[in-house]
């Protein structure tokens, strides 16, 4: 079973950015695909973005083009840059892992969630 431990939230303006972390626990991490979510209050949880099977990613268009997902597999950790912050982004944003190397269906693994807030 593995641990995830979100960090890097905070307050910030909006254009700017800001860089979440991800620790997981284990030596087997790199066997999860991976995947930032996040949920802003009154909204559904969404899945802002994923990666899985080396460099495959996924982004969700609110998204697209403005977050990066990486991870370090000697580090067991995944990282969301997010750059041109805007107030809709402000949310608790989650880690979240599933075992495999294929594109993730369904998340078995949650972190705690980190609060990100944009302000305007």
């Known amino acids: 079973q593995v641990q995830l431990v979100e960090s890097g939230g905070g307050l910030v303006q909006a254009g700017g950015s800001l860089r979440l972390s991800c620790a997981a626990s284990?030596?087997?991490?790199?066997?999860?695909?991976v995947g930032w979510f996040r949920q802003a209050p009154g909204k559904e949880r969404e899945l802002a973005a994923s990666?899985?099977?080396?460099?495959?990613?996924y982004y969700a268009n609110s998204v697209n083009g403005r977050f990066t997902i990486s991870r370090d597999n000697a580090k067991n950790a995944v990282y969301l840059q997010m750059n041109a912050l805007k107030p809709e982004d402000t949310a608790v944003y989650y880690c979240?892992?599933?075992?495999?190397?294929?594109?993730?269906?369904?998340?078995?693994?949650w972190g705690q969630g980190t609060q990100v807030t944009v302000s305007s």
């Open positions: 284990g030596r087997t991490f790199s066997k999860y695909a």
């Open positions: 990666t899985w099977s080396g460099s495959n990613t």
């Open positions: 979240a892992a599933e075992y495999g190397t294929s594109r993730p269906t369904s998340f078995n693994y």
